[in-house]
Every structure is written in C-alpha cells, then in structure tokens.
C-alpha cells in the first residue's frame, strides 16, 4: 500500500520559515517526479512546487518562487518544502504528491499519489 504522509505543518507568524516534509512508503519514487500543492478554505487545489526525479529540475509557481525552495532524498524516499519569508497568504493545508511517472506536471489531476495533508497557518 502507497502512502504519503507530510509533516512539519504548524502556526508561524508572517516573515518566519516552515519546513515540509513528506515520507513515502510502500514503493519507491525515485525515478518520478513529485510535488507540493496547497488548498485554502474556499479555494481550490493549487499548485505550488515540483521536482523532477533526480533534482535536478524544480518549477515553483510565481505566488511562492524565490521564497519555497522544493528538494528531495531518494535514499530516504523524501521529498522536503523549505518556506521562507511566510505571508497571510500562505495559510493553507499542504498536499505532497508523487506521479506514477518522470513527467514534469503542474495540474492536481495529474498526480496518482497523495498524502493527507498538513495544515500551514501564517499570521499577520
């Protein structure tokens, strides 16, 4: 059985740093890319970052680029969201997510894998 389950979720003031973490089990995703999404109350899923399977290519969306930095331990079937500079903005539950495949994709519905979630509250 695949699961995907993220940690590091919490309450931060506006300015302070978070970092995601997400473990996946039951098989190993070091050849596919994997993810982080975002929902907020109201709002639909969102993308936020991917990585390409060995690291070497990450895409952030425009909302958190220069602020989220993606990465990932394929030893320890990893993958990390390291958020700094946090905004109001930001507040949201996190979503990992792996892709069946080395596809490098922005859309939710692409994504086969996800875990539960972990919720980001960022006061002002």
């Known amino acids: 059985q695949v699961q995907l389950v993220e940690s590091g979720g919490g309450s931060v003031q506006a300015g302070d740093s978070l970092k995601l973490s997400c473990a996946a089990s039951g098989r190993t995703f070091s050849r596919n890319t994997m993810g982080w999404f975002r929902q907020a109350p109201g709002k639909e899923r969102e993308f936020v970052a991917h990585?390409?399977?060995?690291?070497?290519?990450?895409y952030y969306a425009n909302s958190v680029k220069g602020r989220f930095t993606i990465s990932r331990d394929n030893a320890k079937n990893a993958v990390y969201l390291q958020m700094n500079s946090q905004k109001p903005e930001d507040t949201a539950i996190y979503y990992c997510a792996a892709k069946s495949t080395s596809s490098l994709v922005v859309h939710a519905g692409d994504y086969e894998y996800w875990g539960q979630g972990t919720q980001v509250t960022v006061s002002s």
């Open positions: 990585i390409s399977w060995n690291g070497g290519s990450t």
